[in-house]
T-cell receptor, first 114, second 111 residues
Framework: NAGVTQTPKFQVLKTGQSMTLQCAQD?????MYWYRQDPGMGLRLIYY???????DKGEVPNGYNVSRLNKREFSLRLESAAPSQTSVYFC?????????????FGDGTRLSIL | QKEVEQNSGPLSVPEGAIASLNCTYSDRGSQSFFWYRQYSGKSPELIMFIYSNGDKEDGRFTAQLNKASQYVSLLIRDSQPSDSATYLC???????????FGKGTSLLVTP
């Protein structure tokens, strides 16, 4: 009964390094999301995938890319990490549109960029 | 930018009291409203969701929605120290997929 699984849980990078955050869900959900959470800023949507094969930008997509690998997996890539990307990253999933299906979150990845 | 506003708190209530958490939103087109609880260092956990005007009750929790006033609230009855957490209000955006989150209200329930 894993739900939404994120790896890694913690990571420290140097400025300019690249990194892929992994997310997988076992709830047969259609939609998946990546958020970042910063102190005083709340949760902000980076990218989402409404269904397998589609991705769309959220509020703060700059500096990130995503891949919806299959229905279960949605990855987030930082091509050239910057200190401003130090944050806690949450992956979430929902059965469909959140207008009638709540989102469920993974445990998060705590990422520090030095 | 669609805004969701919450008092940051901390809101302090004694054990056994009713905690009232409030949220206002700017987008009149928002259709669905969610309350998440987040313990320090943990991920958001869904508490309740509400789609229609009025009250929705689930155990000790009651969500209240007033679309005309663009206001949603969460009442926690018989508050317990274990309810101490940050409560996030979330509102649907235009796409039907994006959620706009407030910055959260910190609740402290004192024994």
């Amino acid at each position: 009964n894993a739900g939404v699984t994120q790896t890694p849980k913690f990571q420290v990078l140097k400025t300019g390094q690249s990194m892929t955050l992994q997310c997988a869900q076992d709830m047969n959900h259609n939609s998946m999301y990546w958020y970042r959470q910063d102190p005083g800023m709340g949760l902000r949507l980076i990218y989402y995938s409404a269904s397998e094969g589609t991705t769309d930008k959220g509020e703060v997509p700059n500096g990130y890319n995503v891949s919806r690998l299959n229905k279960r997996e949605f990855s987030l890539r930082l091509e050239s990490a910057a200190p401003s990307q130090t944050s806690v990253y949450f992956c979430a999933s929902s059965r469909g549109q959140v207008s009638n299906q709540p989102q469920h979150f993974g445990d998060g990845t705590r990422l520090s960029i030095l | 930018q669609k805004e969701v506003e919450q008092n940051s708190g901390p809101l302090s209530v004694p054990e056994g009291a009713i905690a009232s958490l409030n949220c206002t939103y700017s987008d009149r087109g928002s259709q669905s409203f969610f309350w998440y609880r987040q313990y320090s260092g943990k991920s958001p956990e869904l508490i309740m969701f509400i789609y229609s005007n009025g009250d929705k009750e689930d155990g000790r929790f009651t969500a209240q929605l007033n679309k005309a006033s663009q206001y949603v609230s969460l009442l926690i009855r018989d508050s317990q120290p274990s309810d101490s957490a940050t409560y996030l209000c979330a509102v649907t955006g235009n796409s039907g997929y994006a959620l706009n989150f407030g910055k959260g209200t910190s609740l402290l329930v004192t024994p």
